[in-house]
């Protein structure tokens, strides 16, 4: 099925360098603008499914392809190789960088006349999500989903409405970190699923379609009653 959207070109905030994004906008009213972080594998055909998805429910989305710095317009499949050469890749990647990069999509939503401008992300991308709500401006809210690395910038405070969704069954995230990311932040609300790792991907054994439906009602409500 082909997408909704298309490739275009973002300028970082940080150092002024160029990154394709995917960009697609709604058929029908604009709710908001959307900002959509990539899982370690790029900005794939899942994660360009997913933006025309919640273009479908109104959003104006933009999803950033974050490793252009160190390989153009990377995507990966789940093969052990592929999925080597994707850690390999995030661990290259400046969060200084990362930062620059959102906050250019989130400005480029800005210009469309998104008053609201909301982010997501899954897998690294929730842990970028995360860094996004800490230190960009400009955001009405996060969703971020099972981002590993969020223990590491447990100390920083959100400045939008922000929630957290995890899954019970994933390994690569003790419910340890969870419950000491809960103590340090209990305004926000975490939500812990009977599902593992990736539970949102339809292109992975470890996809839930329970947890999945679940998560995406609780974060299209934060989208439609996060305050300005």
């Not at 970082?12 to 990539?38: F, M, N, R, W």
């Not at 109104?58 to 974050?66: D, S, T």
């Not at 400005?107 to 991308?125: Q, S």
């Not at 590993?148 to 957290?164: G, S």
Request: glycine share 8%; proline share 2%.
């Amino acid at each position: 099925m082909a997408h909704k959207g298309e490739m275009m070109t973002l300028k970082s905030a940080s150092d002024g360098a160029e990154l394709s994004a995917y960009h697609v906008t709604p058929s029908g009213d604009k709710k908001g603008g959307l900002v959509l972080i990539q899982e370690i594998f790029g900005v794939t055909d899942h994660i360009k499914d997913l933006c025309d998805g919640f273009a479908a429910d109104g959003y104006e989305v933009v999803a950033p392809c974050l490793y252009d710095r160190e390989e153009k317009d990377f995507q990966a499949t789940y093969s052990e190789d592929d999925i080597a050469r994707s850690l390999k890749l995030r661990d290259a990647v400046d969060y200084i960088h990362t930062q620059g990069d959102v906050q250019a999509a989130i400005n480029f939503l800005h210009t469309r006349n998104n008053l609201r401008v909301h982010i997501t992300g899954y897998c690294y991308g929730g842990s970028v999500a995360w860094v996004a709500a800490c230190r960009c401006t400009g955001l009405t809210s996060a969703a971020g989903y099972y981002g590993r690395h969020t223990i590491n910038f447990v100390d920083e405070e959100p400045k939008c409405e922000t929630i957290l969704h995890f899954g019970e069954r994933d390994e690569s995230i003790p419910m340890e970190w969870v419950r000491e990311i809960e103590a340090a932040h209990p305004d926000i609300r975490v939500y812990v699923y009977d599902a593992d790792h990736g539970f949102n991907s339809d292109r992975r054994a470890n996809y839930d379609e329970d947890a999945t439906q679940q998560a995406r009602e609780r974060t299209l409500e934060l989208f439609e009653m996060a305050d300005l």
